[in-house]
Nanobody, 120 residues
């Protein structure tokens, strides 16, 4: 089992930047891919970005391409989401999750997430 803890969310003005962190612990060898997702009030949870746990392959939602960067620090077993040029529509609870090796989907269980609020 893998345990994930998100942090770094806060209130920021439009145009500002934030870096979210997702610290992983447990059976890390079972992870194939890590992803960030977000859920705004009244909306469905949506994919934001992903990164292969071993390697550097990344993927981004069109809405954050060229503004957000996902990265991984292997020494700290932590995945980051650098968010630049933030917009009010980026306001949401941000969650990290993982896709186990051999699985098609991310886990159905979600943590508490971290709140990002972008003021206009």
């Amino acid at each position: 089992q893998v345990h994930l803890v998100e942090s770094g969310g806060e209130l920021v003005q439009a145009g500002g930047s934030l870096r979210l962190s997702c610290a992983a612990s447990g059976r890390l060898g079972t992870i194939y891919e890590m992803g960030w997702f977000r859920q705004a009030p009244g909306k469905e949870r949506e994919f934001v970005a992903s990164i292969r746990w071993a390697g550097t392959g990344t993927n981004y939602a069109d809405s954050v391409q060229d503004r957000f960067t996902i990265s991984r620090d292997g020494a700290k077993d932590t995945v980051y989401l650098q968010m630049n040029s933030l917009k009010p529509e980026d306001t949401a609870v941000y969650y990290c999750n993982y896709k186990p090796r051999g699985e098609i989907n991310y886990l159905s269980a979600w943590g508490q997430g971290t709140q990002v609020t972008v003021s206009s």
